[in-house]
């Protein structure tokens, strides 16, 4: 049974009825003009969200249970099918993902930052603000394998047992395995990306174990599109020259190029020592055979988009796979090489909680 909440901001009620009534209408034209409703309104329920958890003894980031209580902005990482549930002058703002809105109770639903009402059932458009008005009890439900959100005021939160990629992704890096990008939200993690072809290489290197090689590499490539002297020389240059990659041209790696799931199968299968081909169509059958992959998995990356989430859960995974002709794994002879230890082995799988497909 999903959770539900209802905190009422007394001093607010009469304030949401009337933009309620005012922000009737649709996108195109709303009746509520957005300066109004990013300016004055919002700046009064703020203050009486702020007047609200003052009064309950609450700090800016104060928590209670079972309840989370915060007058600034603050952020989560979520899963597919987790709520985010909103009561009145609670607000919400998509950063990256998919999720939708609904309010089975009845209420209403404001669009800051178009200026407008919203059906309950619509899907969230990013960076923009969502507010809960007057009796309403806002569920804001994750569609997307994982999604950010910022949320202020008063909600409660309902996670799922989906698969937790943001966790494998806490878990690879607390492993050395996996850094974030130099997006500003998210931990970086941006999972809700494609990778890229350099991503996805760098990736495959580190789970060779041999990235403190690949960062001492000296030389040159005779790919135009690296640019001589950075980090990414030095992963494309070493790989080149083991033999890992032979870029897309002769004289072109395309870095910023996408992966796709048969490539990095592929690359995971060569750094466990399994026998490589160039024939990708059968990929995932050997991978299933090598304990890499279930088949449930392998159907996963046969239908879905191949995303920074999926890149992850392969790699995550492949690290509890055998080794060829080996009761060893592929994390065994990562803790041997000195990538990690065992203390961080083991505390990097108690993250991981969800189950396998």
């Known amino acids: 049974m999903k959770k539900k909440i209802l905190i009422l901001l007394p001093a607010c009620i009469l304030l949401l009825a009337a933009v309620w009534a005012l922000a009737a209408g649709d996108a195109a034209d709303p009746l509520a003009t957005?300066?109004?409703?990013?300016?004055?309104?919002?700046?009064?329920?703020?203050?009486?969200?702020?007047?609200?958890?003052?009064?309950?003894?609450?700090?800016?980031?104060?928590?209670?249970?079972?309840?989370?209580?915060?007058s600034t902005w603050s952020e989560i990482r979520l899963k597919c099918a987790d709520e985010t549930v909103c009561s009145t002058g609670s607000s919400v703002l998509l950063l990256a993902g998919s999720a939708c809105v609904s309010y089975p109770d009845g209420g209403a639903v404001v669009d800051v930052t178009a200026g407008a009402a919203v059906?309950?059932?619509?899907?969230?458009?990013?960076?923009?603000?969502?507010l809960a008005a007057e009796d309403t009890v806002a569920h804001f439900t994750v569609t997307s394998k994982t999604a950010v959100l910022d949320y202020q005021g008063d909600v409660t939160f309902s996670y799922s047992n989906a698969q937790d990629y943001n966790a494998m992704a806490a878990a690879l890096k607390e492993l050395h395995l996996f850094r974030g990008t130099l997006t500003g939200y998210g931990q970086g993690f941006d999972l809700e990306a494609a990778p890229t072809r350099l991503q996805a290489l760098i990736m495959f290197i580190r789970v060779l174990g041999e990235e403190e090689q690949a960062l001492a590499w000296t030389g040159t490539?005779?790919?135009?599109?690296?640019?001589?002297?950075?980090?990414?020389?030095?992963?494309v240059g070493y790989?080149?020259?083991?033999?890992?990659?032979?870029?897309?041209?002769a004289t072109e790696?395309?870095?910023?190029?996408?992966?796709?799931?048969?490539?990095?199968?592929?690359?995971?299968?060569?750094?466990?020592?399994?026998?490589?081909?160039?024939?990708l169509a059968d990929v995932f059958d050997r991978a299933i055979s090598a304990g890499v992959l279930t088949a449930g998995e392998a159907d996963m990356l046969r239908r879905d988009r191949f995303l920074r989430a999926e890149l992850v859960y392969i790699s995550y995974y492949a690290l509890e796979a055998p080794l060829p002709n080996s009761g060893r794994t592929l994390a065994d002879r990562l803790m041997d090489?000195?990538?990690?230890?065992?203390?961080?082995?083991d505390s990097a799988r108690g993250l991981v909680t969800s189950w396998r497909l």
């Open 119 to 130: 059906p309950s059932g619509t899907a969230l458009a990013v960076n923009h603000r969502y």
């Open 221 to 235: 490539t005779p790919f135009r599109d690296v640019a001589p002297g950075t980090e990414a020389e030095k992963y």
């Open 34 to 70: 957005l300066s109004y409703l990013t300016g004055a309104f919002s700046d009064a329920v703020d203050q009486r969200v702020d007047q609200r958890l003052d009064g309950a003894g609450l700090s800016s980031d104060g928590v209670s249970a079972p309840a989370v209580s915060v």
């Open 239 to 249: 790989a080149y020259e083991r033999g890992y990659t032979t870029g897309y041209t």
């Open 337 to 345: 090489a000195g990538v990690f230890t065992a203390a961080e082995w």
């Open 253 to 279: 790696f395309r870095p910023a190029y996408g992966s796709n799931a048969f490539q990095y199968t592929e690359f995971v299968l060569r750094a466990m020592g399994y026998s490589a081909s160039t024939n």
